[in-house]
T-cell receptor, first 114, second 113 residues
């Protein structure tokens, strides 16, 4: 069965360290998204990609970067982790079906920055 | 500025009764709306959707109603079951947004026996 996986599921790091969160999908979807979930804010879009070599900034992109070298993976990098980036991170993917897309989510990565 | 708002952070309902979750939006360009359900330590899962050309969509125990003039949608769960206890997110999309979704803050539903 097709799926979307994230690793690690939990990560503790220190302020200033570089951290990379992995996202891998076997749906063969062109669209991939990274969100963070914080109390009172729901899910906020960090970065997204519509295909290989395509990346775009979302509403809360400062301090984060992504790269898309193949269809299946969209790793999220925190260049220099800050305590404000402590959050739960979700990766999602969807088909390219015009404007109406159901997104499929991974299980999430809980990141703690000390 | 949050364009999708769920003003009730929590809802408690008795098993067998109706759960009604509300969602308001401000962007008139939104024309597709979705509800996601999320259990602890899991990712959100798609529940039901509605496009702006409809005012109602049903799927089993779940019905979504859309009032475009009021920029309001609601999710009805009838009858509520203990397994429905979860966080429910409302999300909205515009046809020119290429799949990007705006999410509300979520409503925690607790179904009591």
């Amino acid at each position: 069965d097709a799926e979307i996986t994230q690793s690690p599921r939990h990560k503790i790091t220190e302020t200033g360290r570089q951290v990379t969160l992995a996202c891998h999908q076997t749906w063969n979807h062109n669209n991939m998204f990274w969100y963070r979930q914080d109390l009172g804010h729901g899910l906020r879009l960090i970065h997204y990609s519509y295909g290989v070599q395509d990346t775009n900034k979302g509403e809360v992109s400062d301090g984060y970067s992504v790269s898309r070298s193949n269809t299946e993976d969209l790793p999220l990098t925190l260049e220099s982790a800050a305590s404000s980036q402590t959050s739960v991170y979700f990766c999602a993917s969807s088909e390219s079906r015009g404007g109406y897309n159901e997104q499929f989510f991974g299980p999430g990565t809980r990141l703690t920055v000390l | 500025d949050q364009q999708v708002k769920q003003n009730s952070p929590s809802l408690s309902v008795q098993e067998g009764r109706i759960s009604i979750l509300n969602c308001d939006y401000t962007n008139s360009m939104f024309d597709y709306f979705l509800w996601y359900k999320k259990y602890p330590a899991e990712g959100p899962t798609f529940l039901i959707s509605i496009s702006s050309i409809k005012d109602k969509n049903e799927d089993g125990r779940f019905t979504v109603f859309l009032n475009k003039s009021a920029k309001h949608l609601s999710l009805h769960i009838v009858p509520s079951q203990p397994g429905d206890s979860a966080v429910y997110f409302c999300a909205a999309s515009a046809s020119d947004s290429w799949g990007k979704l705006q999410f509300g803050a979520g409503t925690q539903v607790v179904v009591t026996p």
